[in-house]
Protein backbone atom coordinates (compact mmCIF):
# COMPACT_ATOMS: atom_id res chain seq x y z
CA UNK A 1 0.00 0.00 0.00
CA UNK A 2 1.28 3.70 -1.07
CA UNK A 3 -0.13 6.77 0.54
CA UNK A 4 -0.30 10.12 -0.43
CA UNK A 5 2.88 12.33 0.99
CA UNK A 6 1.12 14.36 3.80
CA UNK A 7 3.18 17.95 3.42
CA UNK A 8 4.71 18.96 7.01
CA UNK A 9 4.25 22.38 7.79
CA UNK A 10 6.70 23.55 10.51
CA UNK A 11 5.49 26.31 12.63
CA UNK A 12 8.18 28.17 14.56
CA UNK A 13 6.26 30.73 15.27
CA UNK A 14 5.45 30.27 19.10
CA UNK A 15 7.70 30.24 22.15
CA UNK A 16 6.87 27.38 24.35
CA UNK A 17 8.30 26.56 27.80
CA UNK A 18 7.93 23.42 29.28
CA UNK A 19 9.14 23.98 33.25
CA UNK A 20 9.68 20.82 35.31
CA UNK A 21 10.40 21.15 39.03
CA UNK A 22 13.49 18.84 39.81
CA UNK A 23 12.78 15.96 42.10
CA UNK A 24 9.61 17.99 43.15
CA UNK A 25 8.15 15.82 46.41
CA UNK A 26 11.71 14.71 47.57
CA UNK A 27 13.04 18.47 47.04
CA UNK A 28 9.50 19.75 49.26
CA UNK A 29 10.43 17.26 51.72
CA UNK A 30 13.99 17.82 51.63
CA UNK A 31 12.71 21.57 52.75
CA UNK A 32 10.59 20.70 55.21
CA UNK A 33 13.51 18.60 56.51
CA UNK A 34 17.10 19.92 55.87
CA UNK A 35 18.46 16.51 57.43
CA UNK A 36 17.05 14.50 54.70
CA UNK A 37 19.27 16.33 52.13
CA UNK A 38 22.47 14.35 52.92
CA UNK A 39 20.29 11.21 52.65
CA UNK A 40 19.38 8.90 50.22
CA UNK A 41 15.59 9.95 50.49
CA UNK A 42 12.36 7.54 48.96
CA UNK A 43 8.97 8.79 49.11
CA UNK A 44 7.02 5.61 49.63
CA UNK A 45 5.91 3.65 52.88
CA UNK A 46 8.35 1.59 54.31
CA UNK A 47 8.09 -1.40 53.25
CA UNK A 48 9.47 -3.15 56.18
CA UNK A 49 6.84 -1.84 58.05
CA UNK A 50 4.22 -2.98 55.34
CA UNK A 51 4.72 -6.23 54.78
CA UNK A 52 7.37 -5.86 51.56
CA UNK A 53 4.62 -3.69 50.10
CA UNK A 54 4.60 -0.32 48.39
CA UNK A 55 5.51 1.78 45.25
CA UNK A 56 8.03 4.44 45.28
CA UNK A 57 6.60 7.93 44.49
CA UNK A 58 9.98 9.45 43.95
CA UNK A 59 13.67 9.51 44.83
CA UNK A 60 15.77 12.39 45.83
CA UNK A 61 19.28 12.61 43.75
CA UNK A 62 21.22 10.82 46.30
CA UNK A 63 18.96 7.94 46.28
CA UNK A 64 18.63 7.63 42.33
CA UNK A 65 22.83 7.13 42.36
CA UNK A 66 21.77 4.29 43.90
CA UNK A 67 19.59 3.23 40.35
CA UNK A 68 16.39 3.89 42.84
CA UNK A 69 13.44 5.59 41.03
CA UNK A 70 9.59 6.40 41.04
CA UNK A 71 7.20 3.72 40.35
CA UNK A 72 9.88 0.76 41.15
CA UNK A 73 8.70 -1.61 44.13
CA UNK A 74 9.85 0.14 47.43
CA UNK A 75 11.21 -2.95 48.41
CA UNK A 76 14.31 -2.44 46.12
CA UNK A 77 15.02 1.02 47.65
CA UNK A 78 16.12 -1.33 50.97
CA UNK A 79 18.21 -3.86 48.34
CA UNK A 80 20.16 -0.95 46.43
CA UNK A 81 20.61 1.67 49.35
CA UNK A 82 22.85 1.28 52.31
CA UNK A 83 20.69 0.98 55.88
CA UNK A 84 22.79 4.32 57.29
CA UNK A 85 22.08 5.82 54.23
CA UNK A 86 18.05 5.46 53.48
CA UNK A 87 15.06 7.39 54.66
CA UNK A 88 11.80 6.55 53.76
CA UNK A 89 9.23 8.90 54.03
CA UNK A 90 5.28 9.00 53.53
CA UNK A 91 3.99 11.05 50.50
CA UNK A 92 1.96 14.34 51.80
CA UNK A 93 0.09 15.01 48.70
CA UNK A 94 -1.79 17.71 50.54
CA UNK A 95 1.13 20.09 51.09
CA UNK A 96 2.79 18.86 47.40
CA UNK A 97 -0.63 20.80 45.88
CA UNK A 98 0.06 23.54 47.99
CA UNK A 99 3.39 24.08 46.92
CA UNK A 100 1.99 23.78 43.26
CA UNK A 101 -0.85 25.85 43.36
CA UNK A 102 1.81 28.20 44.63
CA UNK A 103 3.83 27.71 41.60
CA UNK A 104 1.18 27.82 39.14
CA UNK A 105 1.25 31.85 40.30
CA UNK A 106 3.94 32.97 39.69
CA UNK A 107 3.39 30.48 35.84
CA UNK A 108 0.53 33.26 35.91
CA UNK A 109 1.92 36.08 36.66
CA UNK A 110 4.24 35.66 33.01
CA UNK A 111 1.25 34.28 31.16
CA UNK A 112 -2.22 32.96 31.51
CA UNK A 113 -1.77 30.42 28.58
CA UNK A 114 -0.11 27.83 30.70
CA UNK A 115 -1.08 23.91 30.66
CA UNK A 116 -1.03 21.89 33.82
CA UNK A 117 0.81 18.76 33.03
CA UNK A 118 1.06 17.45 36.45
CA UNK A 119 1.74 18.97 40.00
CA UNK A 120 4.93 19.10 38.67
CA UNK A 121 5.09 19.88 35.41
CA UNK A 122 3.49 22.69 33.06
CA UNK A 123 3.52 24.40 29.57
CA UNK A 124 3.57 28.14 28.98
CA UNK A 125 3.26 29.87 25.72
CA UNK A 126 5.44 32.93 26.06
CA UNK A 127 5.33 34.33 22.61
CA UNK A 128 3.42 37.20 24.26
CA UNK A 129 3.93 37.11 27.58
CA UNK A 130 2.85 39.42 30.84
CA UNK A 131 6.69 40.59 31.48
CA UNK A 132 6.97 42.24 28.00
CA UNK A 133 9.96 39.79 27.93
CA UNK A 134 10.95 39.15 23.67
CA UNK A 135 14.12 36.84 25.06
CA UNK A 136 12.98 33.18 26.06
CA UNK A 137 16.37 33.15 27.98
CA UNK A 138 15.25 36.28 30.08
CA UNK A 139 11.65 34.65 31.00
CA UNK A 140 13.52 31.55 31.70
CA UNK A 141 16.09 33.03 34.59
CA UNK A 142 12.99 34.66 35.67
CA UNK A 143 11.07 31.92 36.21
CA UNK A 144 13.96 29.95 37.83
CA UNK A 145 15.34 32.83 40.04
CA UNK A 146 11.72 33.61 41.56
CA UNK A 147 10.66 29.96 41.83
CA UNK A 148 13.81 29.51 43.89
CA UNK A 149 13.78 32.60 45.94
CA UNK A 150 10.31 31.75 47.10
CA UNK A 151 9.95 27.87 47.30
CA UNK A 152 13.49 26.77 48.01
CA UNK A 153 13.02 24.71 44.65
CA UNK A 154 14.62 24.36 41.89
CA UNK A 155 13.70 23.53 38.37
CA UNK A 156 14.55 22.60 34.63
CA UNK A 157 13.16 24.91 31.55
CA UNK A 158 13.26 23.92 28.23
CA UNK A 159 11.96 26.32 25.58
CA UNK A 160 11.45 25.94 21.63
CA UNK A 161 8.78 26.55 18.98
CA UNK A 162 6.65 23.87 19.92
CA UNK A 163 5.34 22.00 23.23
CA UNK A 164 6.99 18.56 21.65
CA UNK A 165 10.41 20.28 21.35
CA UNK A 166 9.58 22.12 25.06
CA UNK A 167 9.46 18.92 26.59
CA UNK A 168 12.54 16.90 24.86
CA UNK A 169 14.26 20.56 25.91
CA UNK A 170 13.46 20.42 30.21
CA UNK A 171 14.60 16.89 30.32
CA UNK A 172 18.23 17.03 28.63
CA UNK A 173 19.54 19.11 31.34
CA UNK A 174 18.47 18.49 34.68
CA UNK A 175 18.32 19.18 37.69
CA UNK A 176 18.94 23.45 37.33
CA UNK A 177 19.03 22.81 33.92
CA UNK A 178 18.01 25.46 30.77
CA UNK A 179 18.08 24.25 27.37
CA UNK A 180 17.12 26.09 24.49
CA UNK A 181 16.03 24.21 20.82
CA UNK A 182 16.58 26.73 17.99
CA UNK A 183 14.03 25.94 15.06
CA UNK A 184 17.69 25.68 12.75
CA UNK A 185 18.95 23.06 15.17
CA UNK A 186 15.86 21.04 15.95
CA UNK A 187 16.26 17.81 13.70
CA UNK A 188 19.73 17.52 15.04
CA UNK A 189 18.73 18.10 18.86
CA UNK A 190 16.43 14.70 18.67
CA UNK A 191 18.74 13.00 15.98
CA UNK A 192 20.98 12.61 18.85
CA UNK A 193 18.62 11.19 21.12
CA UNK A 194 17.57 7.44 22.38
CA UNK A 195 13.95 7.19 21.73
CA UNK A 196 13.25 5.76 25.13
CA UNK A 197 13.28 9.41 25.83
CA UNK A 198 11.01 10.65 23.36
CA UNK A 199 7.27 11.84 24.67
CA UNK A 200 5.30 9.71 23.43
CA UNK A 201 6.51 6.49 22.53
CA UNK A 202 5.83 3.83 25.01
CA UNK A 203 7.11 0.75 26.01
CA UNK A 204 5.22 -0.93 23.47
CA UNK A 205 6.00 1.35 20.54
CA UNK A 206 9.89 1.10 22.31
CA UNK A 207 9.71 -2.52 21.26
CA UNK A 208 8.79 -2.45 18.48
CA UNK A 209 11.00 0.16 17.06
CA UNK A 210 13.92 -1.61 18.91
CA UNK A 211 12.70 -4.62 16.57
CA UNK A 212 12.86 -2.39 13.59
CA UNK A 213 16.68 -1.75 14.87
CA UNK A 214 15.81 1.96 15.31
CA UNK A 215 17.39 3.44 18.39
CA UNK A 216 17.72 7.16 18.35
CA UNK A 217 16.14 10.41 17.40
CA UNK A 218 17.67 9.94 13.87
CA UNK A 219 16.96 6.52 13.21
CA UNK A 220 13.58 7.40 13.39
CA UNK A 221 13.74 10.33 11.39
CA UNK A 222 15.15 7.59 8.71
CA UNK A 223 11.86 6.00 8.42
CA UNK A 224 9.11 7.08 5.77
CA UNK A 225 5.88 7.56 6.12
CA UNK A 226 4.36 5.15 5.20
CA UNK A 227 5.80 2.57 7.50
CA UNK A 228 5.03 4.72 10.29
CA UNK A 229 1.38 4.83 9.17
CA UNK A 230 1.83 0.96 8.45
CA UNK A 231 3.40 -0.40 11.81
CA UNK A 232 1.79 2.32 14.40
CA UNK A 233 -1.09 4.01 12.57
CA UNK A 234 -2.25 7.69 13.37
CA UNK A 235 0.35 7.44 16.50
CA UNK A 236 3.36 6.57 14.18
CA UNK A 237 2.13 10.15 11.93
CA UNK A 238 2.48 11.97 14.72
CA UNK A 239 5.85 10.48 15.77
CA UNK A 240 6.91 10.95 12.14
CA UNK A 241 6.24 14.52 12.69
CA UNK A 242 7.57 15.19 15.87
CA UNK A 243 10.91 13.34 15.17
CA UNK A 244 11.26 15.78 12.59
CA UNK A 245 10.24 18.87 14.96
CA UNK A 246 6.82 19.21 14.21
CA UNK A 247 3.73 19.58 16.91
CA UNK A 248 1.33 22.12 16.12
CA UNK A 249 -0.83 21.21 19.29
CA UNK A 250 -1.99 24.42 21.45
CA UNK A 251 -1.01 24.92 24.65
CA UNK A 252 -4.18 24.75 26.66
CA UNK A 253 -5.09 26.34 29.48
CA UNK A 254 -6.14 23.65 32.62
CA UNK A 255 -6.46 20.79 30.63
CA UNK A 256 -4.98 18.70 33.84
CA UNK A 257 -6.21 15.11 33.31
CA UNK A 258 -9.08 14.54 34.98
CA UNK A 259 -8.85 10.43 35.89
CA UNK A 260 -7.31 7.43 35.75
CA UNK A 261 -8.67 4.39 34.85
CA UNK A 262 -8.18 0.10 34.14
CA UNK A 263 -10.09 -1.99 32.86
CA UNK A 264 -10.29 -5.82 31.98
CA UNK A 265 -12.72 -8.07 29.87
CA UNK A 266 -12.41 -11.14 30.46
CA UNK A 267 -13.43 -13.93 27.76
CA UNK A 268 -13.97 -16.62 30.61
CA UNK A 269 -15.92 -14.53 33.27
CA UNK A 270 -15.62 -14.32 36.44
CA UNK A 271 -17.38 -15.95 38.77
CA UNK A 272 -16.15 -15.96 42.20
CA UNK A 273 -15.51 -13.28 44.41
CA UNK A 274 -11.61 -14.28 45.02
CA UNK A 275 -11.39 -13.92 41.25
CA UNK A 276 -13.00 -10.26 41.36
CA UNK A 277 -10.76 -9.31 44.49
CA UNK A 278 -7.38 -10.61 42.57
CA UNK A 279 -8.49 -8.56 39.46
CA UNK A 280 -8.95 -5.45 41.54
CA UNK A 281 -5.45 -5.63 42.74
CA UNK A 282 -4.00 -5.79 39.84
CA UNK A 283 -5.91 -2.87 38.49
CA UNK A 284 -5.19 -0.94 41.69
CA UNK A 285 -1.56 -1.34 41.23
CA UNK A 286 -1.65 -0.38 37.46
CA UNK A 287 -3.74 2.50 38.15
CA UNK A 288 -1.11 3.64 41.10
CA UNK A 289 1.90 3.04 38.90
CA UNK A 290 -0.14 5.69 36.24
CA UNK A 291 -0.79 8.25 39.02
CA UNK A 292 3.01 8.00 39.99
CA UNK A 293 4.25 8.60 36.53
CA UNK A 294 2.02 11.15 35.71
CA UNK A 295 2.12 13.05 39.23
CA UNK A 296 -1.20 12.85 40.20
CA UNK A 297 -3.18 12.07 42.75
CA UNK A 298 -6.63 11.89 44.40
CA UNK A 299 -9.15 10.63 46.84
CA UNK A 300 -12.10 9.21 44.91
CA UNK A 301 -12.36 5.52 43.78
CA UNK A 302 -14.82 4.15 41.19
CA UNK A 303 -15.23 0.55 40.44
CA UNK A 304 -17.05 -0.79 37.39
CA UNK A 305 -18.75 -3.91 37.02
CA UNK A 306 -20.37 -5.84 33.73
CA UNK A 307 -22.13 -8.67 33.97
CA UNK A 308 -22.20 -11.23 31.08
CA UNK A 309 -25.56 -10.41 30.39
CA UNK A 310 -24.10 -6.67 30.23
CA UNK A 311 -26.02 -4.84 32.92
CA UNK A 312 -23.23 -2.02 33.95
CA UNK A 313 -22.73 -0.86 37.53
CA UNK A 314 -20.36 1.58 38.98
CA UNK A 315 -20.00 2.88 42.33
CA UNK A 316 -17.58 5.54 43.81
CA UNK A 317 -16.56 6.68 47.13
CA UNK A 318 -14.36 9.72 48.21
CA UNK A 319 -11.78 9.59 50.98
CA UNK A 320 -11.26 12.41 53.37
CA UNK A 321 -7.34 11.90 52.48
CA UNK A 322 -5.31 11.29 49.03
CA UNK A 323 -5.15 7.69 48.23
CA UNK A 324 -1.28 7.21 49.41
CA UNK A 325 -0.74 3.47 48.01
CA UNK A 326 -1.77 0.80 45.53
CA UNK A 327 -3.20 -1.00 49.10
CA UNK A 328 -6.12 2.27 49.88
CA UNK A 329 -6.98 1.67 46.28
CA UNK A 330 -7.31 -1.84 46.45
CA UNK A 331 -9.01 -1.87 49.78
CA UNK A 332 -11.56 0.87 48.58
CA UNK A 333 -12.03 -1.11 45.61
CA UNK A 334 -12.89 -4.45 47.47
CA UNK A 335 -15.14 -2.71 50.03
CA UNK A 336 -17.48 -1.01 46.97
CA UNK A 337 -17.49 -4.16 44.87
CA UNK A 338 -18.90 -5.79 47.99
CA UNK A 339 -21.29 -2.93 48.14
CA UNK A 340 -22.57 -4.21 44.82
CA UNK A 341 -26.00 -6.01 44.01
CA UNK A 342 -24.85 -7.64 40.90
CA UNK A 343 -24.62 -11.21 39.46
CA UNK A 344 -21.65 -12.97 39.56
CA UNK A 345 -20.42 -13.72 36.21
CA UNK A 346 -18.60 -10.94 35.22
CA UNK A 347 -16.84 -9.94 31.57
CA UNK A 348 -15.42 -6.68 33.36
CA UNK A 349 -13.90 -5.14 36.03
CA UNK A 350 -12.95 -1.44 36.22
CA UNK A 351 -11.01 0.50 38.53
CA UNK A 352 -10.57 4.34 38.59
CA UNK A 353 -9.35 6.86 40.71
CA UNK A 354 -10.19 10.67 39.82
CA UNK A 355 -8.15 13.55 40.39
CA UNK A 356 -10.54 16.31 40.80
CA UNK A 357 -10.63 17.57 44.10
CA UNK A 358 -13.76 18.26 45.35
CA UNK A 359 -13.50 20.02 48.33
CA UNK A 360 -11.62 22.42 46.01
CA UNK A 361 -7.75 24.09 46.72
CA UNK A 362 -6.43 24.54 50.08
CA UNK A 363 -5.53 28.01 50.66
CA UNK A 364 -2.16 28.43 50.90
CA UNK A 365 -0.47 29.38 54.51
CA UNK A 366 2.38 31.78 53.16
CA UNK A 367 4.57 30.57 56.60
CA UNK A 368 5.24 27.72 54.30
CA UNK A 369 7.66 29.95 52.94
CA UNK A 370 10.31 32.38 53.00
CA UNK A 371 9.99 35.91 52.49
MG1 LIG B 1 9.63 16.75 37.76
Known amino acids: MSLIEIPLVVDDSRKILHVDMDAF ?4 EEREHPEYRKKALVIAHDPRKNNNHGVITTANYNARKYGVHSA ?36 KS ?8 ALDEAYLDITNNKLNESSALKVMQYLQARIYKETDLTCSI ?27 YSTEFLAKIPIE ?6 KTMQAKLHEMNIFTGEDLQNLDQDIMLNEFGKWGFL ?7 IDNSPVEANRLRKSVGKEQTFNKPLITKEEVYRQLNTLSNQVYKVLINKHLQGKTVVVKARTTSFETVSKRKTLNDYLHSEIEIYNTAQELFDEIDIDLELRL ?3 TVTTIDEFGFEELPLKLFKD
Not at 158 to 184: C, H, Q, W
Not at 239 to 245: A, E, K, N, P
Open 197 to 202: KFNGIG
Open 349 to 351: VGV
Open 110 to 117: VTDKYQTV
Open 158 to 184: GVSYNKFLAKMASDYAKPFGRTIVLPE
Open 25 to 28: YASV
Open 239 to 245: MFQRCRG
Open 72 to 107: MPAQKAVELIPKSELVFTNPNFTLYRKVSNYIHDIF
